[in-house]
């Protein structure tokens, strides 16, 4: 066991090290260690952090470190063996999971430390951890009948297992897909980047012609750029139908597997007292209620929608006039919307990509984050899963390691799709030693090909952005106390700000000039085409924003609705659509069973939260608008009062803490355009 390098902490995870026969014996043994700490600290008196939290902490987040390690590979390099490898432990780490959390003497025990007279004179982040602790037994459990806790902890184990086979059948589906092109007239309006992708695809598995898949480095130019009107419906529908009974293979149909989830998320939320799992799920939050939520969704959507109707009739005036089309299919709007962007602004997106270069991008990048917070990133060394993958460090001014982060950006099979950050390692603070965070930033975008560097489109800069701000929620928090450090303790809803916080960089023009250098010619992106960029910004804003909010709607609605005679998914989603959509979608769509966030994520009866987020981090951006010559002094209070604090204290102190008030979606309507009435 010495050689199993998940049993190894001693620094850095040996990613190129993990094998799928080491997953089993490795996760055995700290669900050993971790149960023996378990019981040695149900015995501890008088209760005190030393020798109760501490060791507590010490041995489970070993066992979350090592499974985080499996989890992850499982997302980035997924095979046969691993999967089988992962689902196998999976019932036994979640079992051990929902035990602690249903477990009486610990919660005793921490109702104690609570209770003792050294508790007031803790500081605020350890307060808050007893504080979180106590809720989260009473969440998990702890308070119930023995009969209802075996019921709880069987459903906990079943919506791990559930969840997790959702996800990987949406990847299987996902790359179970090709469409082979014999006729390159076919690919016509294509980039032609994305044709080379496509013929380097073909040629690897030993066939003439190109392979187009569903990974997104293919399927969006094919919606935003292909003529063939043929070829983008094929794809659309393809992916539209995903893991669904439409698709091609009834073994990934994900549509038991979203009436079980939903069964069995009501039924555990019903254990638990609360009348819905929307009203359990926000238990964590800062919204207090399924009602405060859809009130702000619903109020969002009555400003946008008529800005979103203005969108839908512009773009098919368009289409009509200008591209001959009478009906304008879900699988047209892309491309209509490309045509009609080019028209009114005179540019395109793909134009603006070949200055978006992938080292100028870092370089601007790392800069932005040294202007803001007074850290350096630099070139680091560690093992890692795939040969694309690079590591950095993150030093203070001082040259202090600060933290350190992975950055795998490249879409290819085996790789579950979309962008995220997860947790790799967190800050610990043990006297005069200091565990360093360590975070993945993970990404889909298309590689370089023909020896050139990979160009990202400006949506793909915003979106490294946005992780680049997880990451360093998570690196640069300055608590270390177990649970509350880094985005840990931190509300679902709030967990947004920092990553949509720096999205809204992308759009300074010292900024984008100093990331842009042309893939031939290496010179800047010129001003004219970024003031056409900026004309732009807000190009179907109100489209994009009732879209976000049909699926934020669909979330809560679904999970508030609750008991056996619950509305049917697909009823519900259309009445939702009815609601708030402007494009509408064939009935043959189905969205919920490739929803990942929700069904397979952290997001149930929590998608609202990017929207929620949205109006902080556009408030927040908005006082270096205000102060633009005091970038400095302003990202130092940002980092003090809201990326250091972590946990430790509510999101709305800590917002407040920063601008000095509660938040406004005076911003938000700004930035996105919409502050004035519809002409």
Same mark, same amino acid.
């Given at each position: 066991?010495?050689?199993?390098?998940?049993?190894?902490?001693?620094?850095?995870?040996?990613?190129?090290?993990?094998?799928?026969?080491?997953?089993?014996?490795?996760?055995?043994?700290?669900?050993?260690?971790?149960?023996?700490?378990?019981?040695?600290?149900?015995?501890?008196?008088?209760?005190?952090?030393?020798?109760?939290?501490?060791?507590?902490?010490?041995?489970?987040?070993?066992?979350?470190?090592?499974?985080?390690?499996?989890?992850?590979?499982?997302?980035?390099?997924?095979?046969? *063996?691993?999967?089988?490898?992962?689902?196998?432990?999976?019932?036994?780490?979640?079992?051990?999971?929902?035990?602690?959390?249903?477990?009486?003497?610990?919660?005793?025990?921490?109702?104690?430390?609570?209770?003792?007279?050294?508790?007031?004179?803790?500081?605020?982040?350890?307060?808050?951890?007893?504080?979180?602790?106590?809720?989260?037994?009473?969440?998990?459990?702890?308070?119930?009948?023995?009969?209802?806790?075996?019921?709880?902890?069987?459903?906990?184990?079943?919506?791990?297992?559930?969840? +997790?086979?959702?996800?990987?059948?949406?990847?299987?589906?996902?790359?179970?897909?090709?469409?082979?092109?014999?006729?390159?007239?076919?690919?016509?309006?294509?980039?032609?980047?994305?044709?080379? *992708?496509?013929?380097?695809? *073909?040629?690897?598995?030993?066939?003439?012609?190109?392979?187009?898949?569903?990974?997104?480095? &293919?399927?969006?130019? &094919?919606?935003?750029?292909?003529?063939?009107?043929?070829?983008?419906?094929?794809?659309?529908?393809?992916?539209?139908?995903?893991?669904?009974?439409?698709?091609?293979?009834?073994?990934?149909?994900?549509?038991?597997?979203?009436?079980?989830?939903?069964?069995?998320?009501?039924?555990?939320?019903?254990?638990?007292?609360?009348?819905?799992?929307?009203?359990?799920?926000?238990?964590?939050?800062?919204?207090?209620?399924?009602?405060?939520?859809?009130?702000?969704?619903?109020?969002?959507?009555?400003?946008?929608?008529?800005?979103?109707?203005?969108?839908?009739?512009?773009?098919?005036?368009?289409?009509?006039?200008?591209?001959?089309?009478?009906?304008?299919?879900?699988?047209?709007?892309?491309?209509?919307?490309?045509?009609?962007?080019?028209?009114?602004?005179?540019?395109?997106?793909?134009?603006?990509?070949?200055?978006?270069?992938?080292?100028?991008?870092?370089?601007?990048?790392?800069?932005?984050?040294?202007?803001?917070?007074?850290?350096?990133?630099?070139?680091?060394?560690?093992?890692?899963?795939?040969?694309?993958?690079?590591?950095?460090?993150?030093?203070?001014?001082?040259?202090?390691?600060?933290?350190?982060?992975?950055?795998?950006?490249?879409?290819?099979?085996?790789?579950?799709?979309?962008?995220?950050?997860?947790?790799?390692?967190?800050?610990?603070?043990?006297?005069?030693?200091?565990?360093?965070?360590?975070?993945?930033?993970?990404?889909?975008?298309?590689?370089?090909?023909?020896?050139?560097?990979?160009?990202?489109?400006?949506?793909?800069?915003?979106?490294?952005?946005?992780?680049?701000?997880?990451?360093?929620?998570?690196?640069?928090?300055?608590?270390?106390?177990?649970?509350?450090?880094?985005?840990?303790?931190?509300?679902?809803?709030?967990?947004?700000?920092?990553?949509?916080?720096?999205?809204?960089?992308?759009?300074?023009?010292?900024?984008?000039?100093?990331?842009?250098?042309?893939?031939?010619?290496? *010179?800047?992106?010129?001003?004219?085409?970024?003031?056409?960029?900026? +004309?732009?910004?807000?190009?179907?804003?109100?489209?994009?924003?009732?879209?976000?909010?049909?699926?934020?709607?669909?979330?809560?609605?679904?999970?508030?609705?609750?008991?056996?005679?619950?509305?049917? &998914?697909?009823?519900?989603?259309?009445?939702?659509?009815?609601?708030?959509?402007?494009?509408?979608?064939?009935?043959?769509?189905?969205?919920?069973?490739?929803?990942?966030?929700?069904?397979?994520?952290?997001?149930?009866?929590?998608?609202?939260?990017?929207?929620?987020?949205?109006?902080?981090?556009?408030?927040?951006?908005?006082?270096?608008?205000?102060?633009?010559?005091?970038?400095?002094?302003?990202?130092?209070?940002?980092?003090?009062?809201?990326?250091?604090?972590?946990?430790?204290?509510?999101?709305?102190?800590?917002?407040?803490?920063?601008?000095?008030?509660?938040?406004?979606?005076?911003?938000?309507?700004?930035?996105?355009?919409?502050?004035?009435?519809?002409?």
């Amino acid at each position: 066991m010495t050689d199993n390098p998940l049993l190894d902490f001693s620094g850095l995870p040996r990613f190129d090290a993990i094998r799928p026969e080491h997953v089993a014996p490795a996760i055995a043994q700290l669900l050993d260690d971790a149960s023996a700490a378990v019981r040695a600290a149900e015995t501890v008196a008088p209760v005190d952090w030393e020798r109760f939290v501490l060791p507590l902490d010490e041995a489970t987040s070993r066992l979350g470190r090592a499974w985080a390690q499996v989890a992850h590979l499982e997302a980035v390099a997924s095979t046969p *063996a691993l999967r089988t490898a992962y689902n196998e432990t999976l019932p036994a780490v979640t079992r051990f999971w929902s035990a602690l959390g249903q477990n009486e003497v610990l919660f005793a025990q921490y109702q104690r430390l609570a209770d003792g007279p050294a508790f007031a004179g803790h500081g605020d982040a350890r307060r808050k951890v007893v504080e979180n602790a106590l809720r989260d037994f009473r969440l998990g459990g702890a308070e119930l009948p023995e009969a209802d806790k075996a019921r709880h902890a069987a459903i906990r184990e079943e919506l791990s297992a559930l969840s +997790a086979k959702y996800s990987q059948n949406v990847l299987d589906a996902t790359d179970a897909f090709a469409l082979y092109i014999e006729d390159e007239s076919r690919l016509a309006g294509l980039p032609a980047d994305v044709v080379a *992708a496509c013929r380097a695809a *073909a040629q690897r598995e030993g066939r003439a012609g190109w392979k187009l898949g569903l990974q997104m480095p &293919v399927y969006l130019p &094919v919606q935003a750029y292909a003529d063939d009107r043929e070829l983008r419906a094929t794809l659309y529908r393809a992916n539209a139908v995903r893991a669904s009974e439409l698709g091609d293979d009834p073994a990934l149909d994900n549509s038991a597997l979203i009436d079980r989830i939903l069964a069995l998320r009501a039924e555990l939320a019903a254990l638990l007292g609360f009348p819905s799992y929307a009203h359990y799920s926000l238990a964590t939050k800062m919204a207090d209620t399924p009602e405060d939520v859809l009130g702000f969704l619903r109020d969002l959507a009555a400003r946008a929608k008529p800005h979103a109707r203005q969108d839908r009739a512009e773009l098919e005036a368009f289409a009509q006039q200008s591209l001959g089309l009478d009906a304008l299919e879900a699988w047209d709007v892309g491309y209509a919307s490309e045509k009609l962007r080019q028209s009114r602004y005179s540019y395109s997106a793909q134009e603006v990509k070949r200055y978006f270069t992938e080292p100028r991008v870092l370089e601007g990048l790392f800069g932005l984050i040294h202007d803001l917070y007074g850290v350096r990133v630099e070139p680091d060394q560690a093992p890692v899963w795939h040969e694309d993958v690079r590591f950095y460090r993150i030093v203070d001014r001082d040259g202090a390691l600060v933290g350190q982060f992975y950055l795998d950006l490249y879409a290819r099979e085996g790789k579950r799709g979309g962008a995220w950050m997860d947790d790799c390692r967190n800050r610990r603070d043990r006297g005069d030693r200091v565990q360093t965070p360590v975070v993945h930033l993970v990404c889909n975008f298309g590689r370089g090909v023909d020896g050139n560097p990979a160009t990202f489109t400006h949506a793909e800069v915003t979106t490294l952005f946005h992780e680049m701000g997880h990451g360093l929620h998570q690196l640069l928090t300055r608590v270390g106390e177990p649970g509350v450090s880094g985005i840990d303790g931190v509300e679902w809803d709030a967990v947004e700000l920092p990553s949509q916080f720096m999205e809204n960089f992308c759009w300074e023009w010292a900024r984008v000039e100093a990331m842009t250098a042309h893939v031939d010619t290496g *010179a800047p992106l010129p001003r004219a085409l970024f003031d056409a960029m900026v +004309a732009a910004k807000n190009f179907q804003s109100g489209m994009f924003t009732v879209r976000q909010l049909e699926f934020a709607l669909f979330d809560m609605a679904l999970h508030q609705d609750a008991g056996s005679n619950r509305e049917p &998914v697909q009823s519900l989603l259309d009445r939702v659509r009815d609601e708030v959509a402007v494009n509408v979608q064939p009935p043959w769509n189905r969205f919920q069973h490739q929803f990942t966030h929700v069904f397979a994520g952290g997001y149930a009866a929590g998608y609202y939260s990017y929207k929620w987020a949205e109006v902080l981090s556009a408030d927040a951006y908005a006082a270096f608008e205000e102060a633009p010559d005091q970038v400095a002094q302003t990202g130092a209070r940002f980092r003090h009062e809201v990326l250091a604090r972590g946990g430790s204290r509510p999101a709305a102190e800590n917002f407040r803490a920063f601008r000095g008030r509660a938040p406004r979606i005076d911003a938000l309507l700004r930035h996105s355009g919409m502050a004035g009435a519809v002409s």
